[in-house]
């Protein structure tokens, strides 16, 4: 599997490290969430065969977060951003 | 007070750098080089650009390196680069850099934290083949990557077709360099 990395061009997959579904970015606010939506926060995926947004660390290269959206039945990678784009898009970052 | 007399010692625990030749290869361990990383602080890229020009830092392209008079410099991740200089004259690099950059990037010296070696000489991608994934044939000369070699994370430098710089963990720096012999002479 060819992940095309947005700064480095495409890397064997085995260089990145997987660490699951992207929503991790979207933590709930600690001072004004509800425990039901940590507890979903913490506890619930999607696991959707199809399209799937992930999180995938480019552990033996630049060391960068990437969100990569891969279809779960036929690996398929449709589309790979900067997780730090991804973020700061969703207003997470200051 | 006892007078200490402290012996400098290479990374490979020697007085002087080792020097290895196998076959058309020249391996050489390098300690006359001082290292810093050079990281962007958010938002002051224009900054460190006015200030590496003046200063005469090279900032090369994601996946490449520059040379510099003085100072070259190679890309490690975005908005983030490590500097090289000649030790005998920027022994402390960091407070070399400092005045430049100010408070526009964070500076850290990194001089002791990595064994350099250079590998000279023609054919060193059917070296590489067999330590790394990284496609050194293929690659520009000025191309600098990090990849993994015998599970060390090193940072790949192509300079031309002859030569190759590799900066590993200086922890492991003996792990890193009987792996770059090995390879050479199971090639040669």
């Known amino acids: 599997m060819i992940i095309h990395h947005p700064i480095l061009g495409p890397r064997d997959a085995q260089e990145f490290v997987y660490l699951g579904d992207a929503s991790l970015i979207g933590r709930p606010d600690g001072l004004t969430a509800s425990i039901e939506e940590f507890h979903n926060y913490t506890y619930l995926r999607d696991n959707p065969a199809g399209a799937h947004r992930e999180l995938w660390y480019h552990e033996q290269g630049d060391r960068s977060w990437l969100v990569v959206t891969r279809n779960t039945v036929t690996h398929e990678i449709l589309q790979v951003e900067l997780a730090r784009d991804v973020a700061r898009a969703e207003g997470r970052s200051k | 007070m006892p007078d200490f007399i402290l012996k400098p010692l290479t990374a490979l625990g020697h007085d002087h750098p080792e020097v290895d030749i196998l076959g058309p290869w020249t391996i050489t361990e390098r300690a006359d080089i ?16 006015t200030a590496a020009a003046a200063a005469g830092v090279p900032l090369p392209q994601a996946g490449a390196s520059a040379s510099g008079a003085v100072y070259s410099a190679f890309w490690m991740t975005p908005e983030m680069w490590m500097v090289e200089a000649p030790y005998a004259s920027h022994e402390d690099i960091r407070a070399h850099l400092l005045p ?10 990194q001089t002791d934290a990595w064994v350099r070696f250079d590998l000279a000489g023609a054919g060193l991608e059917r070296l590489f083949e067999r330590l790394s994934n990284f496609d050194l044939a293929k690659a520009p000369a000025g191309a600098a990557t990090r990849t993994v070699m015998e599970h060390l994370g090193c940072y790949l430098i192509k300079r031309s077709d002859t030569l190759v710089t590799i ?22």
Not at chain 2, 34 to 47: N, V
Not at chain 2, 100 to 109: K, M, P, R
Not at chain 2, 167 to 183: C, D, E, F, I, K
Request: positive net charge; charged residues 15%; hydrophobic residues 45%.
């Open chain 2, 167 to 188: 900066y590993g963990p200086r922890s492991s720096a003996q792990s890193l360099h009987h792996a770059l012999t090995v390879a050479a002479q199971s090639v040669l």
């Open chain 2, 34 to 49: 001082a290292l810093a990383s050079l990281a962007l602080r958010r938002g002051r890229l224009g900054d460190v650009q």
């Open chain 2, 100 to 109: 430049a950059f100010g408070d526009a990037a964070s500076i850290t010296e």
